[in-house]
DNA sequence: TCAATAGTGTCTTTCAGACAGTATATA
DNA sequence: TATATACTGTCTGAAAGACACTATTGA
């Protein structure tokens, strides 16, 4: 039934809206538990890894998952409503990374709902999608410390090492919606370093789709995205060989 | 804080999984309700009209609102955990719209969870998106009925008719993906009838991206279609005119 | 001067947009 | 036979894939 009467467990009627909610109290119906799950990726020696946690306790214990937490709720009164979706989606990859905020990108990804995915009780699962550059990923306690948290290429992940819950499921909706939108959106530089050379940018783009670009092509395409003002040259130079690569940087705006 | 321990307001620990959730008793921190709301689609005379309900009750009472209502979650316990957050959405669906289950397309849109979204108390919202053909609108308690609910023209919800809620934010999110998936998906064919001419599918476009396409080279374009298998002719013809239109399918696979 | 990597040019195909024309059926 | 609508063809430009070449610098 819809809530076309606007009735939350109270009964009508109230002449104004104020007074509707200075009389209301919120219903015992059983509500779920919310949490947020994040799908952080990094890339590393041009490896596309994802941050997993090991399980400490029950349930899936020792099993490894994805990263997240309870959205907190306040006191769930009308003054009282605690932290929006995307602070605590902000608050746990802060938490887990270490990483000052808004140093990553961070955007909803989609939200998991099937009744039994958590054998305790009802949760439901509002999955978010995080990008690390490389360049602050040595700043994340997961990078060196071995201890229940760590960066793990997709290929592990699908072979032989279980997800809990539905992570699995939730890590797979992850990754197709990053290879998807790397084609059409600017999602990619939030992969590079600040500055970038052109074959730093073509190995973000072969991790992410898994597939080899052609040098020349993705040549091309770069310069276009030069001439169209999204990617600016920086004096800087990159000197990993003999012959020195031109740096790049993103232009947000 | 992270739900790496597996702790959920209780304490370690159990030597199994069985044992520990034997022993499980869901705590009592504030939850946050959860409820499905729809933002429906269809298209009437060659307009994208979405379907709206009149609200009777506070808060936002008169004010018109996209369709939803609350996820059933059951005792909440492991074993009663109520509906799947998908099989709540068809549910809305089918009340609201008179429709049988699998009759439209279905597709989960976003998840709104602001604090004070909701004067009441706090509750997070899934939106899903809903596609109804033209055949079936009018099955629609919503086609005839001028009750509470009606079909509305974009154009009329934003020239001075306010959402309750944060619904305009909702539609509009649900309007954009629409716009954008008809490019790269087949998704159009969920807004015409099973059997479609030329001239009907172009129109669903223009609908749905309000632009107006060229004749010639959708036509090309809707061939391109049927030599990929994508869409099959059909015997049927369409005579609206002097001349008679070919009738196409969608194949599905 | 050689080896290794940075960077450029050409051919072809595919698809979209702009635009002009032919075919069919009813009145 | 006229007219309204169904349907087709050509030119052009943007962008991607395949592939061959030139430029720079350190050792």
Known sequence: MPDVTGKLGHDQPFDTEEAFLAAYRATNYPRP???VDLAIFTIFRGDL???LIQR???PYR???ALPGGFVDVGEGTGKDQGEDLEEAAHRELEEETNLPRGSCYLEQLYTFG???RDPRTRVISVAYLALVRPALQELTVAGDDASDAGWFSLSEVGAGLPLAFDHAQILQKAVDRLRGKVDYSTIAFD???ESFTVKELRQVYEAVKGRTYDEKNFYRRFRRMCDDGIIVRVP???????RHAACYAFKSR
Chains 1, 2 share one sequence.
């Open 49 to 51: 890894k994802v941050l």
């Open 56 to 58: 400490g306790g029950h």
């Open 62 to 64: 020792g099993a490894w």
């Open 114 to 116: 099937k009744a039994g």
């Open 191 to 193: 992969l590079v370093g």
């Open 236 to 242: 800087e130079k990159r000197t990993t060989s003999t």
């Open 33 to 35: 538990s919310v949490t």
